[in-house]
């Protein structure tokens, strides 16, 4: 079994920089995809970032592309969310997940692994 622990999260200021971490433990050799997701208050969860595990293929959505960056470290089994020009909209409560099946990389029905969320907060 897969687990993930996120880390990084926090307060900042408009056009401030934050940097998550996603820590996975377990036999994280079934991984297809690692994403990020994040849900801000009254909104659904939306898809952020994701990452092929062994290829490392990137994709974004449209709002965030040119501002974050998803990396990954094999040999710690962590991934990354970079997020740079930061807007008060990006304020969100920020998911990590490990998607263990074929199909879409933002199909959120597809992770079937999620980490407990961590708070981000941007001033505006």
């Known amino acids: 079994q897969v687990q993930l622990v996120e880390s990084g999260g926090g307060l900042v200021q408009a056009g401030g920089s934050l940097r998550l971490s996603c820590a996975a433990s377990?036999?994280?050799?079934?991984?297809?995809?690692m994403g990020w997701f994040r849900q801000a208050p009254g909104k659904e969860r939306e898809f952020v970032a994701s990452?092929?595990?062994?290829?490392?293929?990137?994709y974004y959505a449209d709002s965030v592309k040119g501002r974050f960056t998803i990396s990954k470290d094999n040999a710690k089994n962590t991934v990354y969310l970079q997020m740079n020009s930061l807007k008060p909209e990006d304020t969100a409560v920020y998911y990590c997940?490990?998607?263990?099946?074929?199909?879409?990389?933002?199909?959120?029905?597809?992770?079937?692994?999620w980490g407990q969320g961590t708070q981000v907060t941007v001033s505006s």
């Open positions: 997940a490990a998607k263990r099946y074929l199909g879409h990389y933002a199909r959120q029905s597809l992770y079937d692994l």
């Open positions: 377990g036999r994280t050799l079934s991984v297809i995809d």
């Open positions: 990452i092929r595990w062994d290829a490392g293929t990137t």
